[in-house]
């Protein structure tokens, strides 16, 4: 397991392949089913593909400078990053990407680290807008994590380990050997995190259209919002695939990998569809108030 | 028809620029004397291009599709044609399904729908959107007064033919047009889009001269750069 | 109500007579000198606190603008609509935003579009909605909005304009 070989790089190429289609076509699907909630017919499931086409078939674009161009290079790469240091399939030889002992740590990193890429480039974009998105985004996501910071202490605590593949491995036989029941608690608080992360209504404040327009990426365009679009399509994944190892016993195959991934992203989907907007002193006041305590509670119970 | 009275004209009047964009000297904050030119320092100044078409015609063909497909529409309403727009993203027309969505920004969209009369202060803005939009982009005329000025005709502050300043690439008729003929001007612009001949950008920018002068004509103060990328 | 409020005040005002409009509307004209204290006194001792708006008519004939300041008294549900008129070529008229702040955003746009000034009424200068405007405050009914469009904006040509009673008849009874 810890020994590098070459054909992991082709692997993980393909486990990314795979998970860039799964993604664009579960964000259309979910769409849709928001859609058949509001009652409309809604966008067609390879809506995404074409959308991505058009903007890397825009011809003209403009830049604000180097950090302009990094920041959906930096997205892209924390999306990206994230899913290949962590193992999407337990137990299969090729999709176990680069993960290592401690990866949960880089893990960790990764999620934030697209948040900052996109915080630099919008910052240089010089448009107001994206200023004020990207300091709310940085709020928003700062507070989120917290109470997934605390159920990670908590579990790597309780499995002795900050490697996911072991975690994983203590996970397997059966539906009550989870850490969805082992420690719920802990589930409970990153779960909280899970909902404000995906920045999907009530925590979408940062990204939503009708607010600040847009917000951090309100100057990017054709090539750079295509390479974003195309990051909103691996991360979520790539996110719901750390949920899914650490709380839900992981995923054996790609069948169980697509339904449990599917499963995840519909409870941020539904409670999206249901509530409304949170501003951005709500939502973190609401994870300090229930996010947080959940979450120290479950590190004192183990 | 014409009712030309010479008595009250003063067309030749300049409008001097405002105060806040005037090049001037400033002093800042370490005691530096530096002089800034607020329409020049902020913006580039570069002319429109003409952007090629692909290489190969089937690749254009292609992308073509993909544009004729995913219309991303600025949502930017400047006259009673706005309302008619509201109601596609509602489940009655639910224009999602035929993959045209609204941007909040103009650097993600690709169609900017005049809808309505243009009254010479939102030309303004209008132009500045259009020229913030990435190509290739297009313009949709919604309602007579994009037209020939509908029941605007005579009115002092409204302009009358919407081609004169923007490429126009569909008008739709009607006062107002319903969402329907909204939803058939959009059909209408996929099949242009994908014959090849929606080039209202490079339009645009073959003939730039001619639309700022046009442009200029009717926007006396001119307080923004000739270009706005 | 707006009969015992006319008797009471026309001595001090010299108000014009009352014409009601409806049981709780009615107008009144009176000189422009006197338009201060009045205002004054109906805001602070008759209630009538809300100003509703105040706009202009341009009398060409008379060479004379008139400024209507409609009052509004909430508490009674009464509104009077208080006449000033004004010459036509001076166009000048006191400012009133002291006394009620959003006179001043009125007084602005009777400014641009009338060209009536009110000396010291703040922001009075600042174009209101129009920008870069060159001619006659298109208001002023000697201002023609139809010459100033045709030679301002370009036309598309083949504009066809029907009388529409000779059309409607032409359209409904072919024959004649």
Known sequence: ?302 | MKDIDETFRKIDATVPLREELRPRTVTTPDGQEITIEPLKDYFCEAAPKVHPKAYFQIVENFYNWARSNSLWILGFGTGCGAIEMRPLMTPRFDAYRYGVQWRPTPRQANLLIISGYLSVKTLKRAIRAYEQMQGPKYVIGLGSCTINGGMYWDSYNTIKRLDDYLPVDLYIAGCMPRPEALLHGFIELKKLIRAGKAEGTNRYAENFASYKAAQKSVIKDWDMPDYNW | MMRDLHALLTPRHALGPLEIRRENLAFVTLPASNLRGFLTELRDTQGFSHLVLLTAVDWLEEGQFQLTYMMNNRARDLTLGVRVMLDRTTAQMDSIHDLWPTAATYQRELKEMFGITFPGSPRLDEEFILEGWTDLPPYRRDFDSLAYSQQTYAERPGRVTHDPREYMKSKLYPGG
């Open chain 1, 1 to 302: 397991m810890s020994s590098f070989h070459w054909v992991q790089i082709p692997y993980a190429l393909l486990t990314l392949f795979i998970v860039l289609n799964y993604g664009l076509i579960m964000t259309a699907v979910v769409q849709k089913i928001a859609a058949r909630v509001g009652g409309r017919h809604g966008i067609p499931f390879w809506q995404n593909y074409i959308d991505l086409v058009k903007n890397f078939a825009q011809r003209s674009k403009i830049t604000h400078g180097v950090m302009f161009y990094l920041g959906p290079v930096f997205r892209l790469a924390g999306g990206v990053g994230l899913l290949l240091f962590v193992p999407t399939i337990y137990g299969s030889t090729w999709a176990q990407n680069f993960s290592f002992a401690g990866d949960l740590v880089l893990a960790l990193y990764f999620v934030f680290f697209g948040t900052l890429g996109m915080a630099l480039g919008a910052g240089e974009s010089g448009h107001p807008h994206a200023a004020i998105g990207v300091s709310r985004g940085l709020a928003q996501v700062t507070m989120a994590e917290l109470p997934l910071a605390l159920a990670v202490y908590a579990i790597a605590v309780q499995y002795h380990t900050l490697n996911i593949t072991e975690i994983v491995a203590a996970q397997q036989g059966g539906l009550f050997h989870w850490t969805l029941f082992t420690n719920p608690l802990a589930t409970v608080a990153a779960m909280f995190a899970f909902v404000g992360t995906m920045m999907r209504p009530p925590f979408d404040v940062v990204l939503a259209p009708q607010e600040i327009p847009i917000g951090p990426p309100t100057e990017y365009h054709s090539a750079y919002l295509a390479l974003m679009q195309t990051n909103r399509a691996i991360f979520p994944v790539a996110k719901t695939v750390i949920y899914m190892n650490l709380f839900f016993g992981g995923a054996s195959s790609w069948g169980e990998f697509a339904i449990k991934v599917f499963a995840l992203y519909m409870v941020s989907a539904f409670i999206g569809v249901v509530h409304p907007r949170f501003r951005v002193e709500q939502s973190i006041r609401f994870f300090m108030k229930w996010g947080v305590p959940v979450g120290v509670l479950a590190i004192l119970m183990v």
